[in-house]
């Protein structure tokens, strides 16, 4: 991968975005900033950019995971609460950071029901070696088909993400950045295979029965 490739391909993109968008008023603001810090105690298994500073608050932007049970598509929301979070996945996608990754966790119990993916090793660990701040209201609703990024504590948002399929009752702590518009019959059918517990004491809570792999992820017009 040449990354050179993908900063050109990157900021292409954030051009045509703007190029189309329809007049702004004023005191909307096209860009945002957002700090990505590197995490050298965390580093990440395989080599990657941190996103560009900057990211565009106008519009929206689909990602298509390739799995080996079927297409999901993913619109991200630029003009959400979270346009880090959008722009982070932009460039992960970009760099191919989740081609030939696996979904290690699946959860389906009274609280939660969600699918989560982005890291490379296992549940929670193989992020890609910086994070970047939380995007809340504290006024979040996580319902079906809603996808958040998920972390280790405030602040600490980095590859990881989460994927909806039923509904979960949390706090207003991880932020929303898009959500499924084709695909949801996907995750139904991971759910239906069912679950491994890691932990007998909380049940509906593991790995997903059946490996749940990421084979390819694209943006839509790359």
């Not at 990505?36 to 519009?59: C, D, H, K, Q, W």
């Not at 499924?180 to 004491?201: E, F, Q, W, Y």
Request: charge should be positive; proline fraction near 9%.
């Amino acid at each position: 991968m040449k990354l050179r490739w993908v900063f050109t391909t990157v900021v292409a993109l954030a051009a045509s975005v703007l190029a189309a968008a329809p007049a702004q008023a004023s005191t909307v603001k096209p860009f945002v900033r957002c700090e990505f810090t590197p995490t050298p105690e965390n580093p990440s298994p395989r080599p990657v950019m941190r996103p560009l500073p900057y990211a565009l608050t106008i519009g929206t932007q689909k990602v298509t995971f390739k799995t080996n049970y079927g297409p999901i598509v993913i619109e991200l929301n630029r003009a959400g609460a979270a346009p880090c979070a959008a722009h982070n996945m932009i460039s992960l996608v970009a760099q191919r950071f989740y081609n030939k990754s696996q979904c290690w966790r699946l959860t389906n119990n009274a609280r939660l029901g969600v699918l989560q993916c982005g890291d490379l090793i296992k549940a929670e660990v193989g992020g890609p070696g910086y994070k970047f701040a939380d995007e809340v209201t504290g006024k979040e609703t996580y319902p079906r088909g809603t996808v958040a990024m998920g972390n280790q504590g405030p602040g600490t948002n980095g590859s990881e993400f989460f994927i909806v399929h039923s509904f979960a009752n949390i706090a207003p702590k991880y932020s929303v950045f898009g959500k499924v518009v084709r695909g949801m019959d996907v995750l139904d059918r991971i759910v239906a295979n069912g679950i491994i517990d890691t932990d007998p004491a909380v049940p509906g809570d593991g790995l997903p029965a059946k490996p749940v792999k990421i084979e390819k992820a694209t943006v839509t017009g790359f």
